[in-house]
């Protein structure tokens, strides 16, 4: 049995040798980046240790946080400088399988889905649009009075939670629309969960994260819609990318 294991990071149909150029000893455990070809496709490949990626050792391994960010850094690198010189479908952090022969099965079984991904992706690139309440709202604002009694102080928080929800509601209503006019330059949208604030590091409440993809074309008329939102009075609209689409590489049945 061999100590290591066969790491996936993508699939693609027309790589070369040419597009793993600059990645030697970048991947995953300071590995190589090879192609494995199978049913007209090919795998992006590296080898890992079975000690760390076998699935009870991995479970533990994913607990580590220095080695899971460490891990999907290389990860990353590796789509994103193949993402940028062919149109690949990336596969999930830590896909691992047996040899190289398993992979092979992989593209044959699989070559009908990962085609359709591959025509889904061509020419295309996935963006991402936050958006966020602007500071202040809803809040006290500098020189409003002090409340001078028990009563008077819960008659002035409540007024302030029922502006806060107002400014809430408000700034959500402001995402339906600005999430609807990006759908419309968009071939395809994803919500994603809105990111809390102790991930953001910002004060702000974000209303809505949302990915796209958008054909290369679109892309002038994407980045001037979003700046023309950059004065908005209510909320802060965040264009992000252009990334590799991980958001739409998902195999037809499968999420």
Do not use: C
Request: aromatic letters at 6%; proline letters at 4%; zero cysteines.
């Amino acid at each position: 049995m061999s100590d290591a294991l066969s790491y996936v990071y993508a699939v693609g149909r027309d790589l070369g040798d040419a597009d793993l150029e600059g990645l030697a000893g970048a991947g995953v455990g300071e590995g190589d980046p090879r192609l494995v070809v199978a049913g007209g496709l090919q795998a992006v490949v590296g080898d890992v240790p079975r000690e760390e990626f076998e699935a009870l050792s991995l479970d533990d391994r994913l607990e580590d946080l220095g080695w899971l960010a460490a891990t999907a850094r290389a990860h990353h690198h590796v789509v994103d400088t193949i993402g940028s010189r062919r149109t690949i479908a990336p596969l999930s952090l830590a896909t691992v399988y047996f040899d190289d022969d398993r992979v092979r099965t992989l593209l044959t079984d699989g070559a009908a889905a990962f085609t359709a991904v591959l025509d889904r992706l061509e020419g295309r690139a996935e963006w991402g649009v936050k958006v966020s309440m602007r500071s202040g709202g809803g809040r006290e604002q500098p020189g409003t009075e002090r409340p001078k009694t028990g009563a008077e102080y819960l008659r002035s928080r409540r007024q302030a939670l029922r502006e806060g929800d107002q400014a809430v509601a408000r700034a959500e209503a402001d995402a339906e629309e600005i999430d609807e006019a990006v759908r419309a330059l968009a071939v395809a949208s994803r919500r994603h969960r809105p990111q809390e604030q102790s991930l953001t590091g910002r004060s702000e409440r974000m209303v809505l994260n949302g990915a796209y993809l958008v054909d290369a074309g679109a892309a002038g008329q994407l980045t001037s819609l979003v700046g023309s939102w950059s004065e908005h009075p209510r909320v802060r609209v965040e264009l992000t990318g252009p990334w590799v689409p991980y958001s739409f590489a998902a195999l037809e049945g499968t999420s």
